[in-house]
């Protein structure tokens, strides 16, 4: 029977996941009334926007060196209200100066909030012994979905951006700091086999590397998606402006039902096995994309996308923790790889449209289908292909420090 304290930190986990899934929708959808409300101009715009990921990076980058002497549940109890803090400083300034500190502020955290939840998502993951880390990128999933539909809401009935970002912050603020308390660092808390791993410098970059070429790939391809799926579906396939907004839905709908079922698949045959079916239904998803007639064949392949991809970058943390096992090495495993997170997001938007400027909208949408592809031949770094324990774990004998050593 799972220890309760587990369990109690999985669910403050997974709200934390989806919190932060509300908060970057409303970010991210609201792009034009933002750039309304300062007056950013067309040529500005992308500087603003590619600061944020430039700045998650950095984020990420000091929370590696700041779990060291700190857990990590403590960095994720202060940096999520911050994000929702800095999100509502978005919508209150009336100032471009004031735009660039909350968004540099919101970089800056969500980096931090980004790298820290899924360290704790793979320290839980070990202490329970098999795939729960799939669930938790669910919950961000539909923390998205549902962060798009206060955002449609508020643009449908012109409400002030203050005024959708407000109730959203009252109500998640004090709700992520009351959950917070049920944290688990299990890497922290426990000793396994009476061995305690702090060397964040033993992790071997060249270990990580094809990892972290998943975690781009897989990035560019989402990215793709994001930015571009409306504009093909209207422009490339001929699709009216009512069901270009179809696509990234789907994509998102689809990924939140890939990821619920995910860990299930990951226990019964196996990460390597989920990674490579995953990479492929995306690179078919991909295809059908650029191949595709009409619209609803369009929203076929953007469909197939969303259950391929997202089983990929949860899988990717995993791996990057089973890889290097032990607090301090895992931690800064997931770091560092949560960088190629932002590099994948600063890639993808810019290559497809470059490629479809230069070439075709259709070639273009065959570059991140062969990217992905990849992904198959670095398959064998998300473990052994053993399905117990999700693929490459092995259930440790936990004793808990805090307990006075007795074996959960």
Request: glycine content about 12%; some cysteine.
């Amino acid at each position: 029977m799972t220890d309760p304290r587990l369990r109690h930190g999985r669910a403050s986990l997974a709200f934390c996941f989806l919190s932060q899934g509300v908060a970057f929708a409303l970010l991210v959808t609201r792009i034009p009334a933002i750039q309304e409300l300062y007056g950013i101009s067309d040529a500005l715009l992308p500087l603003f926007l590619a600061a944020v990921p430039v700045l998650a990076g950095a984020g990420s980058v000091l929370t590696e060196r700041v779990v060291r002497r700190v857990p990590a549940s403590a960095v994720l109890r202060w940096t999520q209200p911050v994000v929702l803090l800095s999100l509502l400083g978005v919508a209150a300034g009336d100032e471009l100066w004031q735009a660039a500190v909350a968004l540099g502020v919101f970089g800056l955290s969500v980096g931090a909030l980004d790298a820290s939840m899924n360290m704790l998502g793979v320290s839980l993951q070990r202490a329970y012994g098999r795939s729960i880390m799939l669930g938790f990128h669910a919950a961000y999933s539909l923390g998205g979905i549902v962060g798009a539909s206060l955002a449609w809401a508020g643009a449908h009935w012109d409400l002030a951006l203050v005024v959708s970002y407000l109730p959203v912050a009252v109500v998640l603020v004090p709700a992520a700091l009351a959950g917070s308390r049920w944290y688990v660092d299990e890497d922290r808390a426990v000793v396994q086999e009476g061995n305690v791993d702090s060397g964040g410098d033993t992790v071997a970059f060249r270990l990580l590397l094809p990892l972290c070429l998943v975690m781009t790939f897989a990035y560019i391809g989402d990215s793709t998606v994001s930015n571009w799926s409306a504009k093909y579906l209207r422009d490339v396939l001929g699709g009216s402006e009512e069901l270009a907004t179809v696509p990234y839905n789907a994509y998102m709908v689809t990924t939140l039902v890939g990821r619920a079922v995910g860990d299930l698949g990951v226990r019964r045959f196996g990460a390597v096995a989920v990674v490579r079916c995953g990479a492929v239904l995306a690179a078919a998803g991909f295809a059908v994309v650029a191949v595709a007639p009409g619209a609803w064949v369009g929203m076929l392949g953007f469909t197939l996308l969303g259950l391929g991809l997202c089983v990929i970058v949860p899988q990717t943390f995993a791996a990057a923790g089973r890889l290097f096992p032990g607090g301090g090495r895992s931690d800064t495993a997931v770091a560092r790889l949560n960088v190629f997170n932002y590099v994948g997001f600063l890639i993808g938007s810019p290559l497809v449209g470059a490629l479809g400027d230069a070439w075709s909208y259709r070639g273009a949408m065959l570059v991140p289908m062969v990217l992905i592809l990849v992904t198959l031949v670095h398959a064998r770094s998300f473990g052994d292909g053993s399905a117990r324990y999700g693929g490459g774990y092995e259930r440790p004998r936990v004793v808990d420090v805090g307990r006075g050593g007795n074996e959960v």
